[in-house]
């Protein structure tokens, strides 16, 4: 079976494209797989991809590629609709809305076509219109897939699949390091702002105690001013930009995630299969689906005190070794439903239903 995955970049440093990648290594191992990157502005992917996985962009934009056609919005969807209208691929998955649509006008109708969605679309009257051209529609969490049922009125049929952590073994947190550790993308959504602000809080009461934020983005000269103001520059630290998330977190005893309602929670995941337990505010998607408070982490309420509370839910795992590795154990536990050969094997019996 060929299986051609979608993504609007396959070279950016973001949760959906880590799990796609991973979806793909694994179906890799049984299947021929491609990834379609609609844009390749650099010369590799920011996250590991298996050997058996087959790379290919629809425009080059690196420096130095000779570009035949001139650039833009234009020429990019041109040049798709001519790649999907050749496609001879078995099964064809995307990974945005946007793509999702020009999936269902132009792919051959003997294609098997899918589309995974972790948020709503902003637009959602194209996804209406020609959504029930595709098989079906695939969401990472439960709450994803109320919302795009709710959506697609007319169908396809919404389901449920994990997203997909890499293939073990993963790095284990001996969980005895005095550091609590965070990661992704420095953007708004994020709120790396109020994390910082909630450290204070722990630093003032357990100086020994390091924060390490892992990431980058254009929130970073804001970030790095708030911990000059706030005299942390002794307990918070920008370790930049890592493949290897996974990795860095099994160097710390606590990760921690302020993100507001768009995460995904792939960080999160990632925390877990390296046996860290997990503290984050219950309004974010990915985490209230994946966290479960006195099981694998703690979800601290958002309120008009949130920064305090959440201070304290850090300060009481900072002083309950013992709780920390009882929710490390959940962690783990948790995070072995998402290995990736597990969630191929999802897909691949999805996909079997459909055809």
Not at 301 to 330: F, M, N
Request: contains cysteine; charged residues 25%; proline residues 6%.
């Amino acid at each position: 079976m060929k299986v051609s995955l979608v993504l609007a970049s396959a070279y950016a440093m973001r949760g959906d494209v880590r799990a796609t990648l991973n979806l793909a290594t694994a179906l890799a191992e049984r299947h021929d797989v491609e990834v379609i990157s609609i844009r390749r502005q650099k010369e590799k992917p920011f996250f590991p991809v298996g050997p058996n996985v087959t790379m290919r962009s629809v425009v080059d934009v690196r420096p130095g590629v000779r570009h035949l056609l001139p650039r833009g919005q234009v020429r990019t969807e041109v040049a798709f609709w001519r790649l999907l209208r050749n496609l001879k691929s078995d099964v064809l998955i995307t990974t945005r809305p946007g793509l999702g649509v020009q999936a269902a006008r132009h792919a051959p109708r003997e294609t098997l076509k899918i589309a995974r969605e972790w948020g709503r679309p902003a637009v959602p009257g194209p996804v209406k219109r020609f959504y029930p051209r595709l098989n079906a529609v695939v969401t990472a969490t439960d709450s994803a897939q109320e919302e795009w049922t709710k959506l697609l009125t007319d169908g396809p049929v919404v389901h449920s699949v994990l997203d997909a952590l890499p293939s073990g073994p993963w790095p284990r947190s001996r969980m005895d390091n005095r550091i609590v550790a965070a990661g992704g993308r420095w953007v708004p959504v994020k709120a790396y702002d109020r994390l910082i602000r909630a450290f204070a809080i722990v630093a003032d009461k357990r100086p020994d105690w390091r924060l390490r934020l892992y990431g980058g983005g254009p929130e970073e000269r804001q970030l790095r001013a708030l911990v000059r103001d706030l005299d942390l520059h002794n307990h918070v630290y920008f370790m930049g930009t890592t493949p290897d998330l996974a990795g860095e977190f099994a160097k710390a005893s606590i990760v921690a995630n302020t993100s507001r309602n768009g995460d995904l929670g792939m960080t999160v995941l990632e925390a877990m299969g390296c046996g860290v337990p997990v503290v984050a505010f219950d309004g974010a998607r990915g985490t209230t689906e994946f966290v479960a408070t006195g099981y694998n982490g703690v979800l601290v309420p958002e309120s008009e005190g949130e920064l305090q509370l959440y201070a304290a839910a850090l300060l009481a795992l900072i002083d309950d070794e013992r709780r920390r590795r009882s929710l490390a154990a959940g962690a783990l536990d948790t995070a072995v439903r998402h290995s990736a050969d597990e969630v191929a094997e999802q897909w691949e019996k999805l996909i079997a239903d459909l055809r």
